[in-house]
């Protein structure tokens, strides 16, 4: 594990950029713990910043474990940005410190998906649901695949627009099968958090997605997302 | 699903409430998916009786899928009267003939299935037609008495990570092209090594990886939660046609990144399932590093890690015939003339009704 050292050189008000050993587990609390990361919730040159930490795995290679980690803290950002470019909402990354293997980014202000879906009004839940469908659309057209495509990864902010977090599984594939899982995990999640409007959601996605990849696209992906449901994989709920 | 008691022959019945009401049945299982010809006899409750192998040994290069099943065609025989011969039973005293039907080398299944028809034919005894994954995974819950695991099945074959979900063993992660034990026998091949009889390459390329101490760069692949082993092999055989690196090295670096994904997977599939056991089985499974590497990741978990041992976790008829008693007391017999070999069979197509059922 590498060395987090405290004390006089960082007395300073800001976080020195160029110090190998910045700790900033003390900088926020613990809010998700995964697999792969955890999410700290803290403050940052005075701005509600959000610290993704990749913790070291004891059983690999301490060489190898900071090689994978310091290669996936640069691949998220930039999984991030392309998605920008795509024209999707996503959170600014304010800095990489592979060091740490910790990415800071703006703490989106909002709420997740999850947590309002099924209490809005059926005409608005329609609506996000097709905007929803643009973004995902709009990702897989410009070779994008997120990986992890929950309703607790979509945050809806106080403007009204949908902003797509967490890239740390995401991909750069124009590959059918990726994004089909993509899709077939939305339909995962929205079966297992929003059982009551499955259809009515999931239709309004691909509504939305059409718009992006146009009609072949879609049908050629929906086909292979019920391929997908037939092999029965990815089946345990989330 | 039929009822249980609709299927079963009266005299069978006991079995599943009592043991002392339980009638002596033996199952004879054929396994012969790739380059081991294996005849197990197993009681029905559980109780090995015998476990007879038979390893086709190619004099270069890997499995022949023609000469393999010519070496299973003429074992076939003396393996199976051994088997009977150690088990101490007459042919007639068996209850349900069993044979792995998939996934496989075509030549090599249908050997055991001919073998296989052959004999249910001749006794006049039910035929069971087993998946080769599921029956890793069963051979090591009973031998190992774990119930409910994460199971890394990792052997020249296959790769997969799998828990029991919703009436099958899903699939949570697996190779997208070659497995790892693939990947392993072909670079040992490359590096001039040879198996021999009880030393597969496998361990041959442990010994030289345990001198090894330097990490040399090679391709890491994981994707989501499946794994990618031929860009990792092709890299290392380039690295050792260049010459610049010592073999122990290559064989370090090559086993310290295959089983990092390995047990990157298993902890996915772990921390997603909740499960409280890891359960490594297949043939790479006697790997020493890579029982260290998925026991200190269970640990981190709280999870409890068994290793299967070696006797039942390469292929074996064993596992075959157990199987075959669980296929059975459901019902799950084929007709001869509806046995074909599946040579890509897949695990998460098969039911698994017996599972939590005591």
């Known amino acids: ?72 803290t640069k691949h998220e950002p930039q999984m991030i940005h392309k998605a920008k470019e795509a024209g999707v909402p996503t959170p600014i990354v304010f800095m990489v410190d592979l060091e740490e293997a910790t990415i800071i980014m703006e703490y989106v202000e909002g709420k997740q998906i999850k947590n309002i879906l099924n209490d809005l009004p059926s005409e608005e839940r329609v609506k996000v649901c097709r905007q929803i469908g643009r973004l995902i659309g709009k990702l897989h057209k410009n070779g994008i695949v997120h990986g992890d495509l929950t309703t607790s990864n979509m945050i809806l902010t106080p403007e009204g627009k949908i902003v797509l977090v967490d890239f740390g599984l995401s991909e750069q594939s124009t590959d059918l099968e990726y994004q089909g899982v993509d899709l077939h995990l939305v339909k995962r999640a929205l079966a297992s958090t929003h059982y009551n409007y499955v259809d009515e959601c999931f239709n309004a996605i691909i509504e939305g997605y059409d ?23 990815y089946i345990a709920e989330r | 699903m039929l009822m249980t008691s609709q299927l079963f022959p009266s005299s069978l019945k006991g079995c599943m409430s009592s043991k002392n009401y339980m009638r002596e049945g033996f199952s004879l299982g054929i396994e012969s998916t790739a380059d081991d010809f294996g005849v197990g006899i197993v009681s029905f409750d559980g109780e090995v009786l015998a476990n007879v192998n038979d390893v086709y040994i190619p004099d270069k ?48 299944l249908r050997v055991g299935a001919t073998v296989a028809r052959a004999l249910a034919s001749y006794l006049g005894k039910p035929l069971v037609g087993v ?7 069963e051979m090591g819950r009973m031998v190992n008495r774990v119930k409910d695991p994460v199971t890394l099945y990792v052997s020249g074959g296959n790769t997969i990570v799998s828990a029991f979900e919703a009436g099958r063993y899903r699939i949570f992660g697996e190779t997208l092209d070659i497995a790892v ?51 990792l092999l092709t890299a290392a055989v380039n690295l050792l046609r260049g010459g610049k690196y010592p073999l122990e090295d290559l064989c370090f670096s090559l086993q310290e990144i295959a089983f990092s994904m390995l047990t990157e997977v298993t902890e996915r599939a772990l921390a997603h399932t909740e499960k409280v056991e890891v359960l490594l089985t297949g043939g790479v499974a006697a790997n020493k590093r890579l029982q260290s590497m998925l026991r200190a990741m269970a640990e981190e978990h709280g999870a409890h890690f068994s290793v299967v041992s070696k006797e039942y ?16 007391k459901y019902g799950l017999t084929i ?19 017996w599972f939590g059922a005591h």
């Open chain 1, 1 to 72: 594990m590498t060395s987090t050292s405290h004390g006089s050189e960082h007395i300073s008000s800001f976080p020195n950029q160029n110090s190998a050993s910045q700790d900033y587990s003390t900088l926020g609390t613990l809010i998700k713990r995964g697999a792969e990361a955890s999410i700290y919730l803290g403050v940052w040159y005075g701005r509600k910043v959000i610290f993704k930490r990749r913790l070291p795995k004891k059983y690999r290679l301490q060489e190898l474990d900071r090689a994978i980690q310091i290669q996936r």
């Open chain 2, 181 to 231: 034990g693939n990947c392993l026998d072909v670079f040992a091949r490359e590096a001039g090594l040879r198996p021999e009889p009880g030393k597969p390459l496998g361990a041959a390329l442990e010994e030289l990886a345990s001198r090894g101490r330097r990490l040399i760069q090679l391709p890491y692949t994981v994707k989501g939660m499946d794994m990618s082993f031929s860009g």
């Open chain 2, 61 to 108: 290069g890997g499995i022949h899928p023609r000469e393999a099943s010519r070496h299973h065609a003429i074992v076939a025989g003396r393996v199976i009267a051994e088997a009977l011969r150690r088990a101490g039973i007459k042919p007639k005293e068996i209850d349900v003939i069993a044979f792995s039907q998939g996934p496989g080398l075509g030549p090599c």
């Open chain 2, 335 to 353: 007709p001869i003339e509806k046995s074909f070999v599946r040579m890509k069979w897949r695990l998460d197509d098969v039911d698994v009704p």
């Open chain 2, 131 to 137: 998946n080769h994954c599921l029956a890793h995974i």
């Open chain 2, 313 to 328: 976790a390469t292929d074996n008829g064993a596992m075959i015939a157990w199987t075959g008693v669980l296929c059975y």
């Open chain 1, 211 to 233: 718009e992006e990849m146009g009609p072949d696209s879609t049908k050629d992906v929906l086909d292979r997302v019920s391929e997908i449901e037939k092999r029965g994989r």
